[in-house]
């Protein structure tokens, strides 16, 4: 297992997702950066480049849904979030090492 860092905060990460207009899962305007939930406690957030540009109904779906179970609702998330880095990769935010 690997230790457990402290998260990442970046103001620039945050703005650069809000950037992406649309949701990456449904397309819908209006964004919010969401956090992952994975590996935290209760009030923690996880660190921001573990971020999606969500719409507030996938947002909260992910977060509360209960037409998922926790399963699904980390996989929907892990997808968005993959989403989200491919958007701002392309955007020229994030760079191959």
């Known amino acids: 297992m690997f230790p457990r860092l402290k ?3 970046s103001r620039t990460w945050l703005a650069n997702v809000h950037e992406i207009e649309n949701c990456v899962l449904c397309g819908k305007s209006g964004i919010q950066a969401a956090h992952s ?12 480049c573990l ?3 969500l719409c507030p109904e ?3 779906e992910i977060d509360n849904g209960r037409d998922m179970n926790r ?8 997808e968005a979030i ?5 958007q ?3 955007r020229g ?3 191959a090492v």
């Open 37 to 48: 939930n994975q590996e935290r406690g209760m009030s923690q957030k996880a660190s921001d």
């Open 93 to 95: 935010l994030v760079r």
């Open 7 to 9: 998260p990442y905060r």
């Open 71 to 78: 399963d699904e609702r980390r996989a929907r998330m892990n």
């Open 51 to 53: 971020t999606a540009a």
């Open 88 to 90: 701002l990769a392309r």
């Open 82 to 86: 993959v989403r989200t880095l491919d």
């Open 58 to 60: 996938c947002h909260g």
